[in-house]
């Protein structure tokens, strides 16, 4: 499948103009599925969920007018039958994969049994994910914790760092995880935003010598396109391709 990962959802027109070039149709004859499940563990999860849906997020993406959107929770997948939602998930046009807690998401991913499908969905399907939704489609990736997660079950290891900002040190635990494996690069959203100063450029390169892939970083107005695995970059704002990288 083709995949659009973004730092912020579709915020430019040029992310737009990607989206839809990527599924090959406008958007309003496209069908989606939004997966809002990465919002749960932290407080007020459901009340984000809601206004995503709702398209009343900062993150523009439920909102396009797609000709249909579904919702796909993957923490009930497991008490299931395949037959129940496989073949919604296989029809779908887009897999709107939102933000939040990526080791979360990875995790419900794995256990959902959807890592398992995505790579047997049309070559024509997109899965456009949404900060920790594009980064759980990686292999391999690290987030940044204020305390490292307890309910993962997923394999991981965390180490400890120290941030700089101009409001003094940051610390923070570095948790590594394992993803989807769609793509074999890494990605760390919200470059230079004042609202995660572990992701400033500096930071930003220190953070990536923790990831054993390529890393994008990536600000809001930029995003990642692959499309029969060609790499492109689509950015109204700012980014870099940081290569170094070994845990």
């Given at each position: 499948?083709?995949?659009?990962?973004?730092?912020?959802?579709?915020?430019?027109?040029?992310?737009?103009?990607?989206?839809?070039?990527?599924?090959?149709?406008?958007?309003?004859?496209?069908?989606?599925?939004?997966?809002?499940?990465?919002?749960?563990?932290?407080?007020?999860?459901?009340?984000?969920?809601?206004?995503?849906?709702?398209?009343?997020?900062?993150?523009?993406?439920?909102?396009?007018?797609?000709?249909?959107?579904?919702?796909?929770?993957?923490?009930?997948?497991?008490?299931?039958?395949?037959?129940?939602?496989?073949?919604?998930v296989r029809d779908?046009?887009?897999?709107?994969?939102?933000?939040?807690?990526?080791?979360?998401?990875?995790?419900?991913?794995?256990?959902?049994?959807?890592?398992?499908?995505?790579?047997?969905?049309?070559?024509?399907?997109?899965?456009?994910?949404?900060?920790?939704?594009?980064?759980?489609?990686?292999s391999t990736f690290?987030?940044?914790?204020?305390?490292?997660?307890?309910?993962?079950?997923?394999?991981?290891?965390?180490?400890?760092?120290?941030?700089?900002?101009?409001?003094?040190?940051?610390?923070?635990?570095?948790?590594?995880?394992?993803?989807?494996?769609?793509?074999d690069f890494a990605?760390?959203?919200?470059?230079?935003?004042?609202?995660?100063?572990?992701?400033?450029?500096?930071?930003?390169?220190?953070?990536?010598?923790?990831?054993?892939?390529?890393?994008?970083?990536?600000?809001?107005?930029?995003?990642?396109?692959?499309?029969?695995?060609?790499?492109?970059?689509?950015?109204?704002?700012?980014?870099?391709?940081?290569?170094?990288?070994?845990?």
């Amino acid at each position: 499948m083709n995949l659009l990962l973004t730092s912020a959802g579709i915020k430019n027109a040029s992310i737009h103009d990607a989206l839809v070039s990527l599924l090959g149709k406008p958007i309003a004859e496209s069908n989606a599925l939004f997966i809002p499940t990465a919002l749960y563990p932290f407080p007020g999860g459901p009340g984000m969920a809601y206004r995503a849906i709702c398209g009343k997020a900062a993150a523009p993406l439920c909102e396009l007018g797609w000709n249909s959107l579904g919702i796909l929770e993957l923490t009930a997948l497991p008490s299931i039958d395949e037959a129940a939602w496989v073949p919604t998930v296989r029809d779908a046009d887009a897999l709107l994969v939102w933000g939040g807690d990526p080791l979360f998401l990875a995790d419900w991913m794995r256990r959902s049994g959807l890592t398992g499908v995505l790579p047997t969905l049309r070559a024509e399907a997109v899965y456009v994910g949404v900060s920790a939704g594009s980064i759980a489609a990686t292999s391999t990736f690290v987030e940044t914790y204020d305390q490292p997660p307890g309910w993962s079950d997923g394999p991981s290891t965390s180490q400890d760092v120290v941030f700089s900002s101009p409001e003094g040190d940051v610390r923070r635990t570095l948790v590594a995880g394992e993803g989807a494996g769609l793509v074999d690069f890494a990605l760390i959203p919200h470059l230079g935003h004042p609202d995660h100063p572990d992701a400033s450029p500096a930071n930003a390169e220190q953070w990536a010598a923790c990831i054993p892939a390529p890393t994008y970083a990536i600000d809001d107005e930029t995003a990642i396109t692959v499309a029969d695995g060609t790499v492109e970059v689509v950015s109204e704002g700012h980014w870099t391709l940081i290569r170094s990288g070994a845990v």
